[in-house]
């Protein structure tokens, strides 16, 4: 299926295809994503690009790794895996990632939260901030959380379930009192299938110990950066192709995203 014209001029795509291109300077303002959203919602949890190859494309960004192998943040230029124990690894540079979002992170936005907030309050602070429902946005949060409730996931075996079957039993750990970082995107609704519309978020404890996909939190104090996305990179795996429109596949979505 060639690349949707009208999806590609709203979001500024530029369509891959398996192309090992040398970055010879890395891109401002522009996102890189492998695969999309509704392929992992279909099990295609293989891995297609190497982290060596994604740190080409980021320093900041979140996805999982090859067999669904838990949730993976990078934060700074370095790759963490949190395992099905909730605990943080470091990824080695030959692992692969079946599905994945990654951004040199240059903040136009950084300022301190104004008063503690959770997830649904930091979502509403972030939209005064960057009102533009239509535009892709990198955000980043430091700080002192006084609640955070992450999710990840265990390696799947072939051959493989949904998304939605694997999340039926995840592991939950709450953490408290922690130094740390949350890391996500906004995305807007003409990206649905592509990626998860609205926000995503991963966090990793400031000691990158533990963390996960964030399900909860609670911030004490911190300080938010906001990168202003204006163009996306998407590599397609062979045979994985551009979504077409499914109102009930959102709501699938959204019930893995949000649910714990």
């Not at 401002?28 to 695969?35: A, D, K």
Request: hydrophobic letters at 35%; a negative charge; aromatic letters at 8%.
């Amino acid at each position: 299926m060639p690349l949707d014209a009208a999806l590609a001029g709203a979001l500024h795509i530029e369509y891959l295809r398996q192309q090992d291109v040398a970055v010879v300077e890395h891109p401002h303002h522009v996102l890189f994503q492998t695969s999309t959203i509704n392929s992992l919602l279909d099990g295609r949890f293989d891995g297609d690009v190497t982290f060596a190859g994604l740190a080409q494309r980021g320093d900041l960004g979140l996805g999982t790794v090859d067999a669904l192998d838990g949730e993976m943040i990078l934060l700074d230029g370095r790759f963490y895996q949190v395992r099905s124990n909730g605990r943080a690894y470091e990824i080695e540079g030959w692992k692969k990632t079946p599905f994945a979002v990654v951004t040199f992170f240059e903040p136009g936005i950084i300022e301190p939260l104004p008063h503690p907030m959770d997830l649904s309050e930091l979502y509403s602070h972030l939209d005064t901030l960057a009102p533009d429902t239509a535009t892709l946005y990198a955000v980043r949060v430091d700080g002192l959380f006084e609640h955070v409730r992450t999710r990840s996931v265990p390696r799947q075996r072939k051959p493989y379930p949904s998304l939605s079957e694997v999340v039926r039993n995840q592991p939950t750990f709450d953490l408290h009192d922690v130094r740390g970082s949350l890391v996500g995107f906004r995305f807007p609704v003409k990206t649905q299938g592509l990626n998860v519309v609205g926000y995503h978020f991963h966090f990793i404890t400031e000691d990158r110990s533990a963390g996960g996909h964030v399900l909860e939190c609670q911030i004490s104090s911190g300080e938010l950066s906001i990168d202003h996305e204006v163009d996306l990179g998407l590599e397609l795996p062979s045979g994985v192709e551009l979504p077409t429109p499914a109102p009930e596949r959102e709501g699938e979505i959204e019930r893995i995203e949000r649910e714990g």
